[in-house]
């Protein structure tokens, strides 16, 4: 953890203007955060040497230390050298000024004093875990009984408290979350069946509370708008696939029919050389004509074979464009089938944990009907300002010049490290004449608790007034 850091760069002095030893304890002020007991500190100290035109680090000095019980450090070349009350900035100022002083230096050297870990901060008092917790910079009062774990809950019904609005609040999730998973089911058995909407069951629509209306309402709106776009963008890709196969089948037609005049053409030729041949047996016709026609003959058959490699890749297409919209279809079902099992399984399994946490609703209530020390709790929790309730008190025991100081604190009050917060709950009887009205959620009815009573809450402890410490470090309390 890292802390605040000051870092002093005095002007080159000589050593015989260097401040004396009373006089280096540089003055005090009240609003930079003054170091105590267990802070640790990193001290570094720097001298810049013109001669050698270097920067010189003394590691002897630059280490981490801790502040001892009695608010010293144990410094090499210094020894004992009081840091309890200074600021980061003073004590580097300090040890800065005490260095040219004891080594006679010509020049006040640089020191730097960075707080590494502040001292802890103690919780104690009504919380789950008093103890001892680290510090942070920031922190709030809040957020140090969170370190404690929050208030205790085994007094005044807090954990009966705690347990029901929590399952409360995961009875109602899990009832949402069934509502939701049935209504995808619906979706993926329409889109399944390849319908044109989707077949809702009937008891999502038999709720009696507005707001389950409401939010079932939106819940079905919402699938219906994926499953037409998803119905769209399937027919989109069929229809693509579709006209695809027209487009090649009607190619495969026409080579057919190119292939058929070819045929005609290549008839005609060979009955036409048939003749020529016969003549040219009987010295008729001459040689060239029937070389002519013979070459002729080759060149379509050349064109009818390519023809029918044409007619063949164009077949391959179509095939092909078939597979294709095969695949799509077996794909998409594959994927609406996995997703609605998983949609199915989820439903399964969401049902019986609502079963349960039902169960332990029911069974929650019925402890905190026999409990009057949790209606008194339950009751707090409904009061206003201006009401009573259960009152969580916060005291701050603080370490200052001259002794130790308590201090009224809210929530949201800063701590400073080495701070004992004190943790106390009262409860006042001025608002528990109305009692406490418990419902399942989901279920209709609801059950009113009696009021309970308690005895008067103990008077908070005497708390000092505190004033600003002044520049010498007095309190007055």
């Avoid at 050698?52 to 000095?61: C, I, N, Q, S, Y």
């Avoid at 006679?104 to 103890?131: Q, S, Y």
């Avoid at 969170?146 to 408290?161: D, F, H, I, M, T």
Wanted: proline share 5%.
């Amino acid at each position: 953890m890292i802390g605040m850091c000051w870092v002093l760069q005095p002007a080159p002095a000589l050593a015989s203007e260097a401040p004396k030893a009373d006089a280096a304890e540089p003055a005090m002020s009240s609003d930079a955060y003054r170091l105590g007991v267990n802070d640790k500190l990193r001290i570094q100290v720097f001298e810049w040497r013109p001669a050698r035109d270097e920067l010189f680090t003394w590691t002897a000095l630059n280490q981490v230390y801790t502040v001892d019980p009695a608010g010293t450090l144990s410094l090499p070349l210094l020894g004992q050298i009081r840091a309890a009350g200074y600021t980061t900035a003073e004590l580097a100022t300090l040890i800065s000024h005490k260095l040219a002083k004891r080594l006679n230096l010509g020049a006040v050297p640089h020191a730097t004093v960075e707080v590494t870990e502040f001292r802890p901060i103690f919780v104690t008092g009504h919380v789950e875990k008093a103890g001892e917790y680290p510090f942070t910079p920031g922190m709030t009062v809040l957020q140090g009984v969170s370190r404690g774990g929050g208030l205790y809950k085994g007094v005044s019904g807090q954990r009966l408290e705690r347990e029901y609005l929590t399952i409360s609040g995961t009875f109602d999730r899990l009832l949402q979350e069934r509502e939701r998973l049935t209504v995808r089911k619906a979706r993926l058995e329409a889109e399944l069946a390849h319908a044109d909407r989707i077949a809702f069951p009937a008891e999502l629509r038999m709720s009696r509370r507005p707001y389950k209306v409401e939010f079932t309402a939106s819940l079905m709106a919402k699938e219906q708008s994926v499953f037409e776009l998803r119905r769209k963008a399937y027919e989109t890709q069929v229809t693509a696939l579709l006209q695809l196969q027209s487009f090649l089948e009607q190619e495969v037609e026409t080579i057919a029919k190119r292939l058929d005049a070819h045929q005609s053409q290549i008839d005609l030729v060979k009955s036409e050389l048939s003749g020529i041949e016969h003549l040219s047996d009987r010295g008729l016709a001459t040689q060239p004509r029937l070389l002519g026609l013979k070459r002729h003959l080759a060149q379509l058959e050349g064109e009818k074979l390519r023809m029918e490699s044409e007619r063949t890749r164009a077949r391959q297409e179509v095939s092909r464009v078939v597979l294709s919209k095969i695949d799509f279809d077996n794909k998409r079902a594959n994927d609406l089938t996995v997703e609605l099992q998983q949609t199915e399984a989820r439903l399964q399994q969401v049902i019986q944990e609502a079963s349960v946490s039902e169960q332990l609703l029911l069974e929650t209530r019925s402890q905190v009907a026999s409990s009057p020390t949790a209606r008194l709790v339950l009751s707090g929790s409904g009061s206003d300002a201006t009401g009573g309730g259960p009152e969580v008190i916060y005291t701050i025991a603080r370490q200052v010049r001259g002794g130790v100081i308590e201090i009224e604190a809210t929530e949201s009050t800063l701590l400073q490290p080495g701070d004992t917060i004190k943790v106390a709950v009262s409860a006042s009887p001025s608002n528990l004449g109305g009692g406490l009205e418990i419902g399942v959620p989901g279920k209709p009815g609801t059950r009113e608790l009696p009021a309970a009573t308690t005895a008067e809450p103990p008077k908070p402890p005497h708390r000092a007034s505190v004033e600003p410490i002044s520049a010498t470090g007095s309190a007055r309390r």
